[in-house]
């Protein structure tokens, strides 16, 4: 005898062994014991989730001979005839092979005739969003009213497609996605009938790539035991089985991260290299396994029995709440721009190098002296770290002391502006204004526009313009850019970086101007008639924040 599939031989045969679907079996047992039932019937659900297997077993309990109710006896003729597949009065029709309007009408010919061996003729239609819009036309009459001796069953995944026509005639059904404990209890219970041991790490394992499909678990538990052969079921074969190597490196590359591990991390990148794993693939993996361990600590969740909730685990005790969420959006972000990396492997690690110098900076920050207090670039990273992380924790810290130089510039906290007490006038001089119109007029745009923007007039004579720059707006600067600025002036352009502006650049005129809109905006509505009823009799109030311009 040949060899029949799990998913087959342990398929549900009455409604008690349909597992995780409650109201569903609820609601046809009830309509079965009480002969109630509808005369088309339409099962939604995602793929291996039992619409077909509830389908024959509606045929049995409408055609066996004990009678019509919700528990079939399994062993008369007509139900041994539709578990076996040779029930003549049960139609099993694939839509999708049998689209055209000329399949249904041959189908509906034979409507009218009665059934030859059971109570009830069924038509089962799988995949009836296939069907072309002919086809359910021909099909909206019979359905609506039947000959008392048929039943229509209709299944499909995707009923948006459907014709509301044929969901208003229909008795809709829908089918959840299993949950993994429900499928991992039934993978337990195949492999004790099939005599076969597995840890409980491997049944987690598939449980999990079933994704909520029933068939897909047994499936790929089928292809486990092929490939683990005499052997009982391992995690490690079942992982390496369905190309999972790669999430222990995930795992890896994140403990590197937070123990600050760089030749731990290069090392870890370049296994997962070497492995050729799908780096696509492995940032799903990776955001996945960021939001179980954000799970894990909001929650403390158990779930020792999964591989995920044992990794997540690990990873919620190594890394804060904070750099979670903020490597998940790294992961999620890189997955949607994985089209533009040169290559999948490059998208992938410059996700996780981000990760890396967003930690480090984090840690020494977290844990720079106070000021005034002797300290070595490797006491204010905070760890160990390799030689390469030391010198990323030493430009870190030159930048920050950098930053701090040119804060000598006091900045008012509500206008983002220099105040008066600072190097320069709390208000805008008229050589920067008359810059500003200057630049406003130039014909110049895009980037060069911008450059001019954050630029102040140092001297100018006939030939030459000397311009200055703040050093944190340098990533502006191209020669083209420059070039394009002395067309636009006439005359040479030279810019210079320097660490704070003496001046107010043209971009932090305009950034006032429009700050100052806002405010005139919203002293605008809270004086209006409207706005004073609505406070004074509801105590409403205004979130200056929430305004935005239209222009």
């Known amino acids: 005898?040949?060899?029949?599939?799990?998913?087959?031989?342990?398929?549900?045969?009455?409604?008690?062994?349909?597992?995780?679907?409650?109201?569903?079996?609820?609601?046809?047992?009830?309509?079965?014991?009480?002969?109630?039932?509808?005369?088309?019937?339409?099962?939604?659900?995602?793929?291996?989730?039992?619409?077909?297997?509830?389908?024959?077993?509606?045929?049995?309990?409408?055609?066996?001979?004990?009678?019509?109710?919700?528990?079939?006896?399994?062993?008369?003729?007509?139900?041994?005839?539709?578990?076996?597949?040779?029930?003549?009065?049960?139609?099993?029709?694939?839509?999708?092979?049998?689209?055209?309007v000329d399949d249904t009408r041959a189908m509906l010919d034979n409507v009218q005739y009665a059934p030859v061996q059971g109570r009830y003729k069924i038509y089962l239609i799988d995949e009836v969003h296939m069907l072309s819009g002919h086809s359910f036309n021909a099909l909206l009459k019979t359905l609506e009213e039947p000959p008392e001796h048929v039943k229509f069953v209709l299944a499909t995944t995707d009923p948006q497609k459907l014709p509301i026509t044929v969901l208003s005639r229909c008795l809709q059904l829908h089918l959840r996605a299993l949950p993994e404990a429900t499928i991992r209890e039934l993978l337990d219970h195949v492999l004790g009938a099939e005599g076969r041991d597995a840890e409980a790490g491997a049944v987690a394992l598939l449980a999990e790539a079933a994704d909520g499909s029933m068939r897909d678990a047994l499936s790929l538990l089928d292809q486990a035991l092929a490939h683990a052969g005499s052997e009982g079921l391992a995690e490690a074969s079942v992982a390496d089985m369905m190309g999972l190597t790669g999430q222990h490196g995930l795992v890896h590359c994140l403990e590197a991260i937070a123990d600050g591990d760089g030749q731990k991390l290069q090392s870890e990148l370049r296994e997962l290299a070497e492995l050729a794993v799908d780096h696509g693939a492995l940032l799903d993996d990776l955001a996945t396994l960021l939001q179980a361990a954000a799970f894990q600590q909001a929650f403390a969740q158990d779930d020792a029995d999964s591989a995920r909730g044992r990794d997540a685990a690990l990873i919620a005790k190594c890394l804060s709440s904070e750099d979670l969420h903020v490597f998940y959006d790294m992961a999620v972000h890189a997955r949607r721009d994985l089209s533009w990396a040169p290559s999948a492997r490059i998208g992938f690690e410059m996700a996780v190098l981000r990760m890396w110098c967003f930690r480090r900076d984090t840690a020494a920050s977290d844990s720079a002296p106070p000021a005034g207090s002797a300290s070595t670039p490797s006491t204010a990273a905070g760890g160990q770290g390799s030689t390469a992380g030391a010198s990323l924790n030493d430009e870190a810290v030159a930048r920050s002391a950098a930053f701090d130089a040119a804060a000598d510039v006091s900045v008012d906290a509500?206008?983002?502006?220099?105040?008066?007490?600072?190097a320069r006038a709390s208000t805008p001089t008229e050589a920067a204004r008359a810059w500003h119109a200057r630049v406003e007029a130039a014909a110049i745009d895009g980037y060069a526009r911008e450059l001019a923007r954050n630029c102040v007039v140092e001297t100018e004579d006939e030939g030459t313009l000397q311009l200055a720059m703040a050093r944190s707006m340098d990533h502006l600067l191209t020669e083209e850019r420059r070039l394009k600025l002395r067309e636009a002036f006439g005359k040479a352009v030279q810019i210079r970086c320097v660490d704070a502006v003496a001046d107010w650049t043209p971009v932090e005129m305009l950034r006032s101007a429009r700050e100052q809109a806002v405010e005139d905006a919203a002293t605008a509505i809270e004086q209006s008639p409207v706005f004073r009823l609505l406070a004074d009799r509801l105590g409403a109030s205004l979130q200056r924040e929430d305004i935005q311009l239209l222009h």
């Open 414 to 422: 509500n206008t983002d502006k220099p105040s008066s007490t600072g």
């Open 1 to 100: 005898m040949s060899y029949i599939a799990l998913a087959r031989r342990y398929r549900p045969r009455r409604f008690s062994e349909v597992l995780g679907q409650p109201s569903v079996v609820r609601a046809l047992s009830n309509a079965l014991d009480a002969d109630q039932l509808h005369p088309a019937l339409l099962l939604t659900g995602t793929r291996g989730v039992g619409k077909t297997t509830l389908a024959r077993i509606i045929a049995k309990a409408l055609n066996c001979e004990t009678g019509v109710s919700s528990t079939p006896c399994g062993t008369c003729s007509a139900c041994t005839a539709i578990d076996e597949g040779r029930f003549v009065d049960l139609l099993e029709i694939d839509a999708a092979s049998r689209t055209k």
